[in-house]
């Protein structure tokens, strides 16, 4: 288990980027693939992006594809998600957490508070 906190969230236009990131506590922290998650309002938590433990490996949602870049830094225990082309529909919620595989987003630790992303029209 580690301990997640998410930043980096905020108000943007259509069109702008945001960067996120997620700290992480834990000295564990290199062994775990990382994903970001987004919770828009009154829907479901869906899994967006995916990172390797290595950071080779990456999977995007299609909804994301092309537009959003994950990233990890285990020198700092962070995992960023850089937001480009942001759309009003990218507006949600966002949080990060340990994944069982990449392109499956089954979340293993607890989640943290996350940070609220929204784009305007």
């Known amino acids: 288990q580690v301990q997640l906190v998410e930043s980096g969230g905020g108000m943007v236009q259509a069109g702008g980027s945001l960067r996120l990131s997620c700290a992480a506590s834990g000295r564990t922290f290199s062994r775990y693939n990382m994903g970001w998650f987004r919770q828009p309002p009154g829907k479901e938590r869906d899994f967006v992006a995916g990172?390797?433990?290595?950071?080779?490996?990456?999977y995007y949602a299609d909804s994301v594809k092309g537009r959003f870049t994950i990233s990890r830094d285990n020198a700092k225990n962070t995992v960023y998600l850089q937001m480009n082309s942001l759309k009003p529909e990218d507006t949600a919620v966002y949080y990060c957490n340990t994944i069982r595989t990449i392109g499956v987003g089954t979340p293993l630790s607890d989640w943290g508070q996350g940070t609220q992303v929204t784009v305007s029209s």
């Open positions: 990172i390797g433990w290595t950071g080779v490996g990456t």
